[in-house]
């Protein structure tokens, strides 16, 4: 059974930072691409940053220089360093992996942050 589970969110200050852990189960975590989705209310699910079996990263413009992906495949752990908070990073972030056509999702973790 393949799990996705998230960790870490919370209430930060804006300008402050948060640090997203997804541990991952049931899959051979170091062939997966794994990323991180964020969606606001009344908004489309949008990609925040990904990085590659390889360890190539990419990241939304909105967050180029404030967020860092990173991975831990002997821990099956992907992260997501977020500094310099902002009002708009507000969302429910979900960890995802994927190779090929398989994609699986985390149940999400809520971040807010306070203007």
């Known amino acids: 059974q393949v799990q996705l589970v998230e960790s870490g969110g919370g209430l930060v200050q804006s300008g402050g930072s948060l640090r997203l852990s997804c541990a991952a189960s049931?899959?051979?975590?170091?062939?997966?691409?794994m990323g991180w989705y964020r969606q606001a209310p009344g908004k489309q699910r949008e990609l925040v940053a990904s990085?590659?079996?390889?360890?190539?990263?990419n990241y939304a413009d909105s967050v180029k220089g404030r967020f860092t992906i990173s991975r831990d495949n002997a821990k099956n752990a992907v992260y997501l360093q977020m500094n310099s908070l902002k009002h708009e990073d507000t969302a429910v972030y979900y960890c995802?992996?994927?190779?090929?056509?398989?994609?699986?999702w985390g149940q999400g973790t809520q971040v807010t942050v306070s203007s």
């Open positions: 995802n992996g994927a190779i090929g056509v398989l994609s699986y």
């Open positions: 049931g899959i051979i975590f170091s062939i997966y691409a």
């Open positions: 990085i590659t079996s390889g360890g190539r990263t």
